[in-house]
């Protein structure tokens, strides 16, 4: 995953545009960066972020740099934002997004002529250095954006700095926002809307799918206009965005108090308290106890001082052992209670079955295990949400391969996404048997769908069913 921050101001745009791209902290682990332009042309710095959070990395740089435009990032892959200098000028670019069909652009653009790329560790090209490179094939800027937007398979949000302002687009689809604020002498560009309101930014516009923006210190102007078909990423306000978010006008923390609602809606078991995994799945179990009036609780807290997710381990096995260290029972509220557990899904199934094993080790009697969302049976192929390599790496996916020896077509996964279907009853199951929950209940995709008050239509569910 990841987030971008860009400010055009009037007066120096340093402190808004340090405090704007931490506020992106929760979106990514391993890398920062900040550039801005001003008298003395373009600065840039990157650093990266896997050991300590944004704030100290880039404290010198804060009190250093000065300039009118600025642009940046926290990265979950590579360093940007990038300096690129082209027949267009020389510009800083920043990306959100996944490209899936880079050997193929790549192949292009060295048949057109494109002489070499920089090589990341691991063989991988820069994701936003491709994308510059594609924006450089056309002859100006917003046809050369416009081309990069249509040519990604995936997808792909972005900032672009220049002497002229900042241009900003949403990826063709929409599938991650990007906003713009408002004060009296800037405007900023933004993934998550709450990281300017502390900054006094107000809300200005939510561009549409495949917008095209010009951005200057008085102005916001369209270059491209929005297409009309739109699938936002739901995930977003299941677990990835920050409490504080809104998303096409939908608040975060509201959508998982109405998601859990529905699944007390649905359910029949009458435990001694509900509980949620902090953090996402606190308000999903807030809703669900006010509407089933089982009284919340919170036995266990998340310990954050020093083990906060801006720098959490790339390595699976540590990001797991860190999440188990990061949870303080309390055991008083513990001890001799059944209880319902909100989290807001199951990925590999590891850290969740780590929870509840902690929880009967404390003392639980019944662990009912009630997760925020449906089984994930495919892997994200446009947000990088999940470090998985293949969807064998998905909880669901290996209990599937399992029932099935080994014989899965995409009829038969079609079956299990269905929680009406007999195969979809023994996956819950076996899930449950291989994870040791007293019970175990998936919140359904079209009750998750309508907590968004979106319509159905403009939302992606492609990691529940497959269906893009």
């Not at 990841?2 to 391993?30: E, W």
């Not at 509840?356 to 192929?381: D, M, N, W």
Request: aromatic share 10%; hydrophobic share 35%; charged share 25%.
């Amino acid at each position: 995953m990841g987030g971008f921050f860009g400010i055009a101001s009037q007066q120096d745009c340093v402190f808004d545009l340090f405090f704007g791209i931490d506020y992106h902290s929760h979106l990514g682990t391993r890398r920062g960066g900040m550039a801005v332009f001003g008298e003395k042309g373009f600065n840039r710095a990157i650093h990266n972020i896997e050991n300590s959070p944004f704030r100290t990395k880039f404290d010198k740089d804060f009190s250093e740099m000065k300039g009118w435009f600025g642009v940046g990032c926290i990265s979950d892959y590579e360093p940007q934002p990038l300096m690129i200098r082209s027949h267009h000028g020389t510009y800083a670019i920043t990306t959100v997004g996944r490209i899936n069909n880079s050997d193929q652009l790549l192949q292009q653009l060295f048949d057109g002529g494109h002489s070499h790329f920089m090589e990341q560790s691991g063989g991988e090209i820069n994701a936003t250095e491709l994308v510059a490179a594609l924006i450089n094939q056309k002859e100006n800027l917003i046809e050369g954006i416009r081309y990069a937007l249509e040519s990604v398979d995936g997808s792909l949000s972005l900032i672009l700095m220049n002497q002229a302002g900042l241009y900003a687009a949403r990826d063709k689809y929409g599938r991650t926002p990007v906003v713009i604020g408002r004060k009296e002498d800037a405007f900023c560009i933004s993934f998550e809307n709450f990281a300017y309101h502390n900054l006094g930014y107000s809300d200005y516009k939510e561009l549409g799918p495949g917008e095209i923006v010009l951005v200057t210190d008085k102005d916001c102007v369209t270059l491209s206009e929005p297409g009309n078909e739109m699938k936002i990423c739901t995930f977003l306000w299941v677990y990835y965005g920050y409490p504080a978010s809104s998303y096409e006008g939908m608040n975060v923390e509201k959508m998982r108090y109405h998601c859990g609602r529905k699944m007390a809606m649905r359910d029949d078991v009458k435990p001694d308290i509900v509980a949620g995994v902090p953090d996402s799945g606190v308000p999903h179990a807030i809703g669900y106890a006010n509407e089933s009036g089982i009284p919340f609780s919170r036995p266990f807290i998340k310990y954050t001082p020093t083990w906060p997710r801006s720098f959490m381990p790339t390595i699976q096995s540590k990001r797991d052992l860190i999440a188990k260290m990061k949870l303080l029972a309390v055991k008083d509220l513990i001890q001799d209670k059944s209880m319902i557990m909100i989290d807001d899904s199951i990925v590999r199934g590891t850290q969740l079955r780590e929870t509840v094993e902690f929880l009967y080790q404390s003392g639980a009697t019944e662990v009912h295990v009630r997760p925020a969302c449906p089984p994930i049976l495919y892997g994200c192929k446009y947000l990088n949400f999940s470090r998985s390599t293949s969807d064998m790496d998905l909880f669901s996916r290996r209990v599937i391969d399992k029932l099935e020896h080994g014989k899965v077509t995409e009829e038969i996964l079609a079956e299990y996404a269905d929680p009406e279907s007999e195969r979809y009853e023994k996956m819950v199951e076996e899930m449950r048997k291989e994870q040791g929950f007293t019970s175990l209940r998936f919140n359904r995709l079209d009750d998750m769908l309508d907590a968004t008050g979106l319509e159905k239509c403009r939302l992606c569910t492609y990691c529940w069913n497959g269906k893009e």
